[in-house]
Protein backbone atom coordinates (compact mmCIF):
# COMPACT_ATOMS: atom_id res chain seq x y z
CA UNK A 1 0.00 0.00 0.00
CA UNK A 2 2.38 2.22 0.96
CA UNK A 3 4.44 1.64 -2.47
CA UNK A 4 1.36 2.48 -4.12
CA UNK A 5 0.94 5.59 -2.41
CA UNK A 6 4.82 6.55 -3.30
CA UNK A 7 4.19 5.25 -6.67
CA UNK A 8 0.95 8.28 -7.02
CA UNK A 9 3.17 10.93 -5.18
CA UNK A 10 5.75 10.36 -7.95
CA UNK A 11 3.34 10.79 -11.00
CA UNK A 12 2.30 14.11 -9.78
CA UNK A 13 3.39 17.09 -9.93
CA UNK A 14 4.59 19.65 -13.57
CA UNK A 15 3.71 18.03 -16.59
CA UNK A 16 6.36 17.05 -18.75
CA UNK A 17 7.72 20.38 -20.46
CA UNK A 18 7.65 20.45 -23.82
CA UNK A 19 10.61 20.69 -25.96
CA UNK A 20 10.38 24.40 -27.97
CA UNK A 21 10.28 23.15 -31.40
CA UNK A 22 7.24 21.36 -30.34
CA UNK A 23 5.89 24.32 -28.59
CA UNK A 24 6.49 25.99 -31.56
CA UNK A 25 4.87 24.08 -34.15
CA UNK A 26 2.02 23.85 -31.56
CA UNK A 27 1.50 27.49 -31.56
CA UNK A 28 2.17 28.01 -35.49
CA UNK A 29 -0.29 25.38 -35.97
CA UNK A 30 -2.70 27.25 -33.75
CA UNK A 31 -2.22 31.02 -35.56
CA UNK A 32 -3.07 29.17 -39.01
CA UNK A 33 -6.42 27.85 -37.49
CA UNK A 34 -6.91 31.61 -36.14
CA UNK A 35 -5.77 33.38 -39.65
CA UNK A 36 -8.74 30.55 -41.43
CA UNK A 37 -11.07 31.71 -39.19
CA UNK A 38 -10.97 35.51 -38.45
CA UNK A 39 -8.32 37.03 -40.87
CA UNK A 40 -5.28 38.44 -40.01
CA UNK A 41 -6.90 41.68 -38.35
CA UNK A 42 -9.06 40.14 -35.94
CA UNK A 43 -6.75 37.31 -34.89
CA UNK A 44 -5.79 37.77 -31.44
CA UNK A 45 -2.32 36.57 -29.87
CA UNK A 46 -3.94 35.57 -26.52
CA UNK A 47 -6.49 33.29 -28.40
CA UNK A 48 -3.53 31.72 -30.36
CA UNK A 49 -1.87 31.04 -27.07
CA UNK A 50 -4.78 30.14 -25.14
CA UNK A 51 -5.32 27.60 -28.58
CA UNK A 52 -1.88 26.42 -28.12
CA UNK A 53 -1.72 25.79 -24.50
CA UNK A 54 1.09 28.75 -23.49
CA UNK A 55 1.29 31.71 -21.93
CA UNK A 56 1.54 34.80 -24.38
CA UNK A 57 4.84 35.59 -22.18
CA UNK A 58 6.00 32.30 -24.40
CA UNK A 59 4.09 33.18 -27.31
CA UNK A 60 6.05 36.39 -27.69
CA UNK A 61 9.26 35.19 -26.90
CA UNK A 62 9.52 32.83 -30.19
CA UNK A 63 6.99 35.12 -32.35
CA UNK A 64 7.89 39.00 -31.16
CA UNK A 65 4.92 40.31 -33.81
CA UNK A 66 1.74 38.58 -35.24
CA UNK A 67 4.03 39.05 -38.56
CA UNK A 68 6.48 36.91 -37.26
CA UNK A 69 3.43 34.10 -36.70
CA UNK A 70 2.29 34.66 -40.22
CA UNK A 71 6.03 34.36 -41.70
CA UNK A 72 6.13 30.92 -40.12
CA UNK A 73 2.87 30.20 -41.67
CA UNK A 74 3.75 30.63 -44.71
CA UNK A 75 7.38 29.21 -43.90
CA UNK A 76 6.33 25.72 -42.75
CA UNK A 77 3.30 26.12 -45.60
CA UNK A 78 6.28 25.76 -48.38
CA UNK A 79 8.16 23.30 -46.50
CA UNK A 80 5.33 20.92 -46.50
CA UNK A 81 4.74 20.94 -50.78
CA UNK A 82 8.12 22.59 -52.36
CA UNK A 83 10.95 22.91 -49.89
CA UNK A 84 11.98 18.75 -49.69
CA UNK A 85 13.04 18.99 -53.37
CA UNK A 86 16.61 17.81 -52.97
CA UNK A 87 19.12 19.21 -55.79
CA UNK A 88 20.50 15.60 -55.54
CA UNK A 89 17.20 14.21 -56.15
CA UNK A 90 16.79 16.28 -59.00
CA UNK A 91 20.29 15.92 -60.66
CA UNK A 92 19.38 12.18 -61.54
CA UNK A 93 17.03 12.95 -63.40
CA UNK A 94 16.28 13.88 -66.71
CA UNK A 95 15.62 17.63 -67.78
CA UNK A 96 11.85 17.28 -68.62
CA UNK A 97 11.56 14.59 -65.12
CA UNK A 98 13.30 17.06 -63.07
CA UNK A 99 10.94 20.36 -64.74
CA UNK A 100 8.16 17.78 -64.19
CA UNK A 101 9.01 17.53 -61.08
CA UNK A 102 9.59 20.85 -59.78
CA UNK A 103 5.85 21.90 -61.62
CA UNK A 104 4.32 19.51 -59.91
CA UNK A 105 5.65 20.47 -56.05
CA UNK A 106 5.23 24.12 -57.15
CA UNK A 107 1.45 23.08 -57.90
CA UNK A 108 0.60 21.23 -55.39
CA UNK A 109 2.18 24.71 -53.09
CA UNK A 110 0.66 27.53 -54.91
CA UNK A 111 -3.18 25.30 -55.95
CA UNK A 112 -3.48 24.49 -52.60
CA UNK A 113 -6.98 25.47 -51.00
CA UNK A 114 -4.38 26.75 -47.92
CA UNK A 115 -2.38 28.83 -50.50
CA UNK A 116 -5.42 29.96 -52.11
CA UNK A 117 -6.72 31.23 -48.57
CA UNK A 118 -3.62 32.98 -47.57
CA UNK A 119 -3.02 34.45 -50.72
CA UNK A 120 -6.48 36.16 -51.07
CA UNK A 121 -6.10 37.30 -47.07
CA UNK A 122 -2.56 38.69 -48.04
CA UNK A 123 -4.63 40.79 -51.12
CA UNK A 124 -7.68 41.85 -48.91
CA UNK A 125 -5.31 42.70 -45.78
CA UNK A 126 -2.22 44.15 -46.99
CA UNK A 127 -3.37 47.95 -47.60
CA UNK A 128 -3.66 47.73 -43.36
CA UNK A 129 -0.98 45.80 -42.96
CA UNK A 130 1.60 46.32 -45.48
CA UNK A 131 3.99 44.04 -43.26
CA UNK A 132 1.75 41.01 -44.99
CA UNK A 133 2.67 41.88 -48.83
CA UNK A 134 6.17 41.96 -47.83
CA UNK A 135 6.28 38.85 -45.77
CA UNK A 136 4.04 37.04 -48.38
CA UNK A 137 6.97 38.18 -50.99
CA UNK A 138 9.78 37.05 -49.29
CA UNK A 139 8.59 33.69 -47.90
CA UNK A 140 6.08 32.39 -50.62
CA UNK A 141 7.34 34.20 -53.92
CA UNK A 142 10.61 34.30 -53.92
CA UNK A 143 11.92 31.97 -52.22
CA UNK A 144 9.83 29.45 -54.31
CA UNK A 145 11.14 31.23 -57.29
CA UNK A 146 14.89 30.85 -56.44
CA UNK A 147 14.33 27.48 -56.15
CA UNK A 148 12.87 26.64 -59.63
CA UNK A 149 15.73 29.85 -61.25
CA UNK A 150 18.61 27.69 -59.37
CA UNK A 151 17.46 24.62 -61.28
CA UNK A 152 17.14 26.46 -64.64
CA UNK A 153 20.50 27.89 -64.01
CA UNK A 154 21.59 24.50 -63.38
CA UNK A 155 20.47 23.10 -66.80
CA UNK A 156 21.89 26.13 -69.10
CA UNK A 157 25.62 25.41 -66.94
CA UNK A 158 24.81 21.93 -68.53
CA UNK A 159 23.99 22.98 -71.81
CA UNK A 160 20.63 20.93 -71.38
CA UNK A 161 19.04 24.42 -71.55
CA UNK A 162 19.16 27.53 -73.96
CA UNK A 163 17.82 30.71 -71.49
CA UNK A 164 18.98 34.01 -72.23
CA UNK A 165 17.35 35.52 -68.89
CA UNK A 166 16.47 32.52 -65.81
CA UNK A 167 14.51 35.10 -63.94
CA UNK A 168 12.37 35.65 -66.31
CA UNK A 169 11.89 31.81 -68.05
CA UNK A 170 11.21 31.31 -64.15
CA UNK A 171 8.66 33.93 -63.82
CA UNK A 172 6.97 32.03 -67.32
CA UNK A 173 7.11 28.90 -65.77
CA UNK A 174 5.22 29.77 -62.44
CA UNK A 175 2.79 31.77 -64.69
CA UNK A 176 1.71 29.32 -66.96
CA UNK A 177 1.82 26.31 -64.27
CA UNK A 178 -0.40 28.43 -61.52
CA UNK A 179 -1.89 31.88 -62.39
CA UNK A 180 -5.26 30.97 -64.76
CA UNK A 181 -5.87 27.99 -61.90
CA UNK A 182 -5.30 30.13 -58.77
CA UNK A 183 -7.12 33.09 -60.37
CA UNK A 184 -10.65 31.08 -60.93
CA UNK A 185 -10.28 29.43 -57.39
CA UNK A 186 -9.95 32.33 -55.34
CA UNK A 187 -12.57 34.17 -57.35
CA UNK A 188 -14.55 31.30 -56.64
CA UNK A 189 -15.25 30.27 -59.99
CA UNK A 190 -14.10 26.80 -60.07
CA UNK A 191 -12.90 24.69 -57.28
CA UNK A 192 -8.88 23.87 -56.41
CA UNK A 193 -7.08 21.64 -58.40
CA UNK A 194 -7.03 17.74 -57.49
CA UNK A 195 -3.42 16.43 -57.07
CA UNK A 196 -3.99 14.23 -60.35
CA UNK A 197 -5.21 17.51 -62.39
CA UNK A 198 -1.81 19.14 -60.77
CA UNK A 199 0.17 16.33 -62.11
CA UNK A 200 -1.31 16.80 -65.39
CA UNK A 201 -0.74 20.79 -65.99
CA UNK A 202 2.51 20.51 -64.52
CA UNK A 203 3.25 17.84 -67.51
CA UNK A 204 1.27 19.52 -69.68
CA UNK A 205 3.52 22.64 -68.79
CA UNK A 206 6.82 20.62 -69.32
CA UNK A 207 5.83 19.54 -72.74
CA UNK A 208 5.55 23.00 -74.01
CA UNK A 209 7.93 24.52 -72.46
CA UNK A 210 10.58 22.40 -73.87
CA UNK A 211 8.86 21.05 -76.96
CA UNK A 212 6.91 24.44 -78.15
CA UNK A 213 3.54 24.05 -79.40
CA UNK A 214 4.31 24.42 -82.92
CA UNK A 215 3.60 21.57 -85.08
CA UNK A 216 6.11 19.87 -86.39
CA UNK A 217 4.91 18.54 -89.18
CA UNK A 218 3.46 22.21 -90.11
CA UNK A 219 6.91 23.37 -89.36
CA UNK A 220 8.97 20.97 -91.89
CA UNK A 221 6.14 21.67 -94.52
CA UNK A 222 6.84 25.66 -93.84
CA UNK A 223 11.02 25.48 -93.34
CA UNK A 224 9.91 27.09 -90.31
CA UNK A 225 12.60 25.72 -87.58
CA UNK A 226 11.85 24.02 -84.65
Same mark, same amino acid.
Given at each position: MKQSS?? =??K?? #?R +? +????PS ?6 ? /? &?A??? !????G $? ?7 I??? %? #?V ?5 Y ?15 Q?I #?R $??? +???E ?10 G ?6 A?G @? ?5 E??FM?R *? ?6 ? !????A /??F????? @?RT??T?? &? ?5 VA?? =?L? *?????E???I?R #???A???Q? %? %?M????? %? ?5 V?D? /? @????R? !?L ?8 A???GL?F
Amino acid at each position: MKQSSER =TEKCR #GR +P +PVRPPSETKRVIV /A &AAAEQ !FRQDG $YASASVARIARS %A #GVSTKTLYRLFPAKSDLFAEVISQQI #GR $YFL +PLEERELARMSTREGLEHLLTAYG @RLTLSEETIFMTR *LVLAESDR !FPELA /AVFYEQAV @RRTSATIE &AWLARQVAAE =TLQ *LDNVPEAAGILR #GMMAMEPQR %A %AMLGCAP %ALSEEDVADR /A @RRCTRI !FLDGSVSRTRARSSGLPF
